[in-house]
C-alpha cells in the first residue's frame, strides 16, 4: 500500500474518532443539562482559569464539522449542548474556549438565547446562519 494510502487512511480514521467522540459529548451533555441542569452540566467543563491557546483553524473546523455531523443523531441537541460539547473536545486538547450566551435584540419579540463557541477570535458552534449579530452578548463561561 502506498505511503498516500495510509496517510489518507489515518486521517479517515481521526476524523470518525472524532465524530464518535462528539457525539458521546452531546449525548452526555445532552443528558447532563436534562437531568441536572445547567449548574451541574457546567461544572463538568474544565474552568479556564490560565490562558489557553485558542484552537488552530484546522482542529476549530474538524470539531466544528464532527459535531454537527454527530448532533444529527442526538435528538434536541440545541444550541447550549451542541457549545458544551465541543467545548468539552477543545478541553481535551487544552486549547482555550469560552461559551457565550446572549438574547436576540428583536424587541416585541418572544425572547429568543442562543449559545455559541469561541476560541480565540474564531466562532466554533453557533454561526452557522451568520446570525449572530442578531443577539446581544448576556453571559460568558470559560
Not at 467522540?21 to 457546567?42: D, E, H, M, Q, T
Request: proline share 4%; charged share 20%.
Amino acid at each position: 500500500m502506498s505511503q498516500h494510502k495510509l496517510s489518507s487512511s489515518g486521517a479517515g480514521f481521526r476524523s470518525l474518532r472524532l465524530v464518535v467522540l462528539a457525539w458521546f459529548s452531546l449525548l452526555f451533555f445532552r443528558l447532563a443539562l436534562s437531568v441536572a441542569g445547567y449548574n451541574a452540566a457546567k461544572r463538568l467543563l474544565k474552568d479556564q482559569k490560565a490562558t489557553l491557546p485558542p484552537a488552530s483553524p484546522a482542529f476549530a473546523h474538524r470539531t466544528a464539522v464532527a459535531i454537527n455531523q454527530a448532533a444529527q443523531f442526538i435528538p434536541h441537541a440545541t444550541c447550549l449542548v451542541r457549545s458544551m460539547a465541543a467545548k468539552f473536545l477543545l478541553d481535551r486538547k487544552s486549547y482555550g474556549s469560552s461559551i457565550c450566551v446572549g438574547v436576540a435584540k428583536e424587541t416585541g419579540a418572544p425572547l429568543q438565547a442562543h449559545a455559541w463557541l469561541k476560541s480565540g477570535d474564531l466562532i466554533i458552534i453557533g454561526n452557522e446562519e451568520r446570525q449572530l449579530s442578531r443577539y446581544a452578548p448576556l453571559a460568558r463561561m470559560r
